[in-house]
């Protein structure tokens, strides 16, 4: 699993041949989100060195914003999953991260609790949650790594009141998504998922005048034939329906939790 050469996995993710000179990239391209894991126990000290792999990523300004609460008694794994949608990856990976934001760490250790004045502002939750994206991915890139999967767990949003209630979140924390870790089961291991062109995403110099996603609405369409989900709809019209108040599960009212618990009120 995971095994196509880099060559192999450009030509699946781009649907074109690799740029000539393309290094080995190892696994960097190889990713997909892996939804059905086997049983099997993945060891705590594979997971203390994910760990030590998310705590080495970049931190704003040394701040560590971020806390990662793993899940692993059944009956608060069983809860939590309740309110992320009820999915089949929370419930079985062996392996559940809650990454959340977290100012608290800078409150709570300030010489002076009013000190940091500003942790309610967009731009410091901005820098937590960034601070927790970095420090997941780079997990998610070393379980690659060692032929584990991952998935990420958007919904922890759907309810954050009850994520607050359920893993004691104190002020200042978000549970920003979760993080499913464990070895892929053989079947349904998913392929290569598409992405738009790199000339799509990499502008030289400045922004372009319009942009052009025709050709992955193409290719997007042969992706859902082949999964057998295409309802006629390209690629583009799904994500702007995603980005609708429709498409949001509730989470709109997001910024009411965050101001409730002192973070993005100014
Ligand atoms: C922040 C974030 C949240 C996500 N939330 C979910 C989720 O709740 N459930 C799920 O099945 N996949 C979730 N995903 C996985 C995406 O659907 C997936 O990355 C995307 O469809 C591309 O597929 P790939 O990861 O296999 O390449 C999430 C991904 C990210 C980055």
Redo the contacts with the bound molecule.
């Keep these: 699993m995971f095994q196509e050469s880099t060559a192999e996995a450009w030509a699946a993710r781009f649907g074109t041949p690799a740029p000539e000179g393309l290094p080995d990239l190892g696994r960097l391209l190889n990713?997909?989100?892996v939804?059905d894991f086997t049983s099997e126990p993945v060891p705590v000290a594979m997971i203390e060195g994910l760990v030590g792999a998310a705590l080495s990523a970049a931190t704003s300004s040394h701040l560590h914003a971020y806390s990662l609460v793993s899940v692993q008694d059944p009956a608060r794994r069983r809860e939590i999953n309740q309110f992320?949608?009820d999915?089949r990856?929370v419930a079985h990976a062996p392996w559940f991260f809650a990454v959340c934001a977290d100012l608290n760490r800078l409150v709570s250790h300030a010489p002076d609790p009013a000190m940091p004045d500003a942790v309610d502002t967009v731009e410091m939750y901005t820098v937590a949650c960034v601070d927790a994206?970095l420090a997941a991915e780079r997990m998610v890139v070393a379980a690659e790594s060692l032929g584990l999967g991952t998935?990420?767990?958007?919904?922890?949003r759907n309810h954050p009141h009850e994520v607050r209630r359920i893993l004691n979140l104190p002020d200042h924390v978000f549970g920003?998504?979760?993080l499913c870790i464990g070895w892929p089961s053989e079947e349904n291991f998913?392929r290569?998922?598409p992405?738009l062109n790199p000339e799509q995403i990499w502008f030289r110099e400045q922004y372009p005048a319009q942009l052009d996603v025709q050709e992955f609405d193409a290719r997007m369409t042969e992706e859902y034939a082949r999964d057998g989900r295409d309802e006629g709809v390209p690629w583009s019209a799904r994500m702007a329906r995603r980005a609708s108040l429709r498409g949001l599960n509730g989470r709109e009212k997001l910024q009411e939790f965050l101001q409730a618990v002192g973070l993005n009120r100014r």
């Design positions: 990713h997909r989100s939804r992320c949608g999915q990856q994206a998935c990420y767990i958007g919904a922890l920003v998504f979760g998913p290569i998922k992405r």
